[in-house]
């Protein structure tokens, strides 16, 4: 069988590679002259836009009381079943409140089912993308990690009010 | 038999039927709200209107009688336009409470708003306020904006409990529901309103917020609170029990259940008193053991004894199986002296389903033969001829205190229990016994209906799956790092169980492995339960011949 010959074969400067080599040196030279593209993370931290979904979190009114009545909607409608909700009665108007409401982040997948589904715009997506635990206990978030307070989340309900039908 | 059309499909009635009846028989759902089959017909919600051919207008199905020849439709446009007003209508004044609200995924609103109503409300003016949280009596709570005056509970406590408690009050869409001046709902069969409901109007005090219905498993058993034996489902979260509901049993107790069996023969189960584990009496204190020792230590003592020395106690409170094994047991070893407890609390019955003996299997006792008295007993250890007593998930101290001079004559006490009490308190030996809850097993009742129950909370020799029990989602995705699979469980044994295993040291013959297999047994020696297996019983029982109950 006869050997296939190659479309094309490399030219003589080619072979050098000299050429190649400047052009590229030329290239990175340009981009020094720039502006900044990157960003030193944890010196310089990260603004995420409205639309972000980080970690989900429990929004507290400003009477320090949280919005959520403990249906279990989100912990339903979890694909991942990270949320667990216990509820119990209060004296207030909205007749219950959960007792316990753990988010086991090892199980989070981010996907924001929970705030969709949520009849009270109860839980959001943070823009908290800054997650670390050492061990799974750890990993469980309750009632005093999840409770934001509602200003610091306005964003992120505006942005719901929008889009959210 | 006479025929009448629904949608395109003859259906068969027994003349008197009305249409809704004949509807349900034939397999056909049409919505419906106040309509019930066990309480009169009082026809106001409106929503099972139908289109009946040559009558002028729709008709409720529930109170117009099916006659020869009609022709119903229950699916056409005119049938869907007045069932989405009606459901418009009914919703008014509804308050958008599901998320707070226990009935949410059972209640039959909801499920109805889902499949006919308009989807959005057209009412723009402000819903009626009325009030949120009414003692209605000890054990419910009663929210007045939910209830759709359907009246089912005021037709239950008139028909069923015949307490007349319940009344309207005010009209139109002010009505509210309350008791009569100076009355409490309190009769004792309150909480089937809470099953009847089709909104979450009246709530449980005790079950209120605990769970949503979704989150539970159901397992289908039998009351332990009397031996009327209502059917009932337990519901499990968490290898917790926390409610029971009734299951329709017709021969039985029908729809329904009675307050005290409802609310007060499950809680023993997760109790902080539950015994887990053995327990060896050493050096006058109670000291955990593990099961192999505990099991050569009992077969020890008990070998120190002449057969007559020893006595056994049986359980009105255990299933046929325990009993069955226990009394094989006495034999093998030659003894008697076998004896049972009534628990009968005079006066405590009426016609509905109360009865006065308060537990689930002593007609079961006695198609065993186990008929001794347990006063005869009381003789026999004061006068010092027994000195062994084994006592099987009974109280004798509970029963009368009378019990705490003679246990102290013995010389060796073995307690089959499933909580600590009065005469686990005098045991040598204890052994952890597996509640009701927590076996396979069956219950006699007082008419001789042969019912089975089944495992609903895990034991840690119980698994859910490999044990064929019913599952929760949660049961079926969980791992044991999540929180809510850590649930308790005990390490207790079904009582024939433990004795099976102590006949090992003995003579070996009780080699059952399964509940199912000491039941074959029992059918194959006893002519009451012949023919009888778990599967002929299945989940509504079967009463045995009326000939050899006479003779019981």
Same mark, same amino acid.
């Given at each position: ?19 190649? !080599? ?53 912990s339903?409608?979890c694909p991942a079943l990270a949320i667990e909700v216990q ?13 316990k409401f753990e988010i086991n982040m090892l199980r989070c ?26 061990d799974r206990d750890?990993a469980i978030f309750g ?23 | ?15 008197? @039927? ?7 028989? $034939? ?59 009606? #459901? ?76 007349? @408690? ?49 989150e ?21 979260r968490n290898n ?34 539950? !015994? ?8 006058? @204190? ?45 034999? @093998? ?7 049972? $407890? ?122 859910r ?6 599952k929760s989602r949660w049961d079926k995705f969980g791992t044991k790092f999540d929180r809510w699979m850590q649930g308790k469980k ?23 492995? #399964? ?38």
């Amino acid at each position: 069988m006869a050997t296939k010959k190659r479309l094309k074969d490399l030219t003589f400067l080619e072979k050098l590679y000299i050429p190649v !080599i400047l052009k590229g040196l030329v290239l990175t030279l340009k981009t020094m002259f720039k502006p900044k593209v990157t960003m030193e993370y944890p010196e310089v931290k990260f603004e995420p836009p409205a639309s972000y979904r980080g970690r989900p979190v429990l929004v507290q009114e400003k009477n320090g009381v949280e919005r959520c009545v403990a249906c279990g909607l989100c912990s339903r409608v979890c694909p991942a079943l990270a949320i667990e909700v216990q509820a119990a009665e209060t004296e207030l108007e909205k007749e219950r409140y959960p007792e316990k409401f753990e988010i086991n982040m090892l199980r989070c997948i981010f996907c924001g089912f929970c705030e969709e589904v949520c009849p009270e715009e109860a839980i959001v997506m943070s823009k908290d993308y800054e997650l670390v635990f050492q061990d799974r206990d750890s990993a469980i978030f309750g009632k005093d990690k999840l409770l934001i307070p509602v200003e610091q989340l306005q964003d992120r309900i505006d942005f719901l009010r929008k889009f959210k039908k | 038999m006479p025929n009448i059309t629904i949608d395109g499909k003859q259906v068969e009635f027994k003349s008197g @039927q009305t249409v809704i009846q004949a509807a349900m028989n $034939a397999g056909i759902d049409i919505p419906h709200f106040c309509y019930h089959p066990k309480l009169s017909i009082s026809g106001n919600c409106r929503v099972c209107l139908v289109e009946i051919e040559k009558m002028p207008k729709l008709a409720i199905a529930c109170s117009t009688l099916a006659t020869e020849g009609m022709v119903v439709h229950t699916n056409s446009s005119k049938t869907l336009d007045a069932r989405n007003a009606v #459901m418009e209508f009914i919703l008014i004044n509804h308050p958008l409470d599901c998320p707070i609200c226990d009935e949410a995924g059972e209640c039959k609103l909801q499920d109805y708003a889902f499949a006919h109503s308009r989807g959005e409300s057209r009412f723009e003016e402000i819903k009626n306020r009325k009030e949120k949280r009414v003692q209605l009596g000890p054990r419910i709570k009663f929210d007045a904006e939910r209830c759709i005056s359907c009246s089912r509970c005021i037709r239950f406590s008139d028909e069923i409990a015949k307490a007349n @408690q319940l009344t309207f009050t005010n009209r139109g869409d002010k009505v509210t529901i309350t008791t009569f001046p100076g009355e409490s709902f309190d009769n004792p069969y309150t909480l089937n309103t809470v099953d009847i409901c089709p909104v979450g109007a009246l709530t449980n005090n005790d079950f209120r917020f605990k769970s949503r219905v979704w989150e539970m498993s159901s397992t289908n058993s039998v009351c332990i609170g009397c031996s009327r034996g209502c059917n009932i489902e337990i519901w499990v979260r968490n290898n917790e029990i926390l409610r029971l509901t009734p299951r329709q049993n017709e021969e039985v107790n029908s729809f329904w259940m009675c307050d005290n069996g409802r609310l007060n023969t499950f809680k023993f189960v997760n109790d902080e008193s539950r !015994i887990d584990g053995c327990y060896l009496r050493k050096d006058g @204190q109670l000291v955990k053991s593990d099961w192999a020792e505990t099991l050569e230590v009992t077969s020890k003592s008990l070998k120190e004894f002449k057969s007559n020395e020893i006595a056994f106690v049986a359980s009105p409170f255990a299933t046929l199986e325990d009993n069955f094994v226990l009394e094989r047991f006495a034999k @093998q070893i030659n003894s008697n002296n076998i004896f049972s $407890a009534k628990h009968i609390l005079t006066g405590d019955q009426d016609d509905i389903l109360i009865r006065e003996d308060k537990t689930p299997n002593s007609f079961g006792l006695s198609i065993l033969g186990i008929k001794n008295d347990i006063s005869k007993l009381y003789d026999l250890i004061d006068n010092k001829n027994v000195k062994a007593l084994f006592i099987m998930e009974e109280d004798l101290v509970g029963l009368n205190s009378e019990w705490e001079k003679v246990l102290t004559k013995l010389e060796l006490i073995i307690v089959l229990a499933t909580n600590k009490n009065g005469t686990t308190q005098f045991a040598d030996i204890i052994f952890p016994a597996a509640t009701y809850a927590e076996k396979h097993g069956t219950f006699v009742n007082f008419q001789g209906r042969v019912q089975r129950i089944r495992p609903a909370i895990a034991t840690e020799e119980l698994d859910r799956s490999l044990d064929g029990m019913n599952k929760s989602r949660w049961d079926k995705f969980g791992t044991k790092f999540d929180r809510w699979m850590q649930g308790k469980k005990y390490d207790a044994k079904p009582s024939w169980k433990i004795i099976a295993l102590l006949d090992s040291y003995f003579n070996n013959k009780l080699k059952f492995k #399964m509940a199912e297999e000491v039941f074959n047994e029992i059918s194959k020696s006893n002519e009451a339960l012949k023919n009888l297996d778990y599967d002929v019983i299945g989940d509504l029982g079967v009463t045995i011949n009326s000939e050899v109950f006479q003779k019981v």
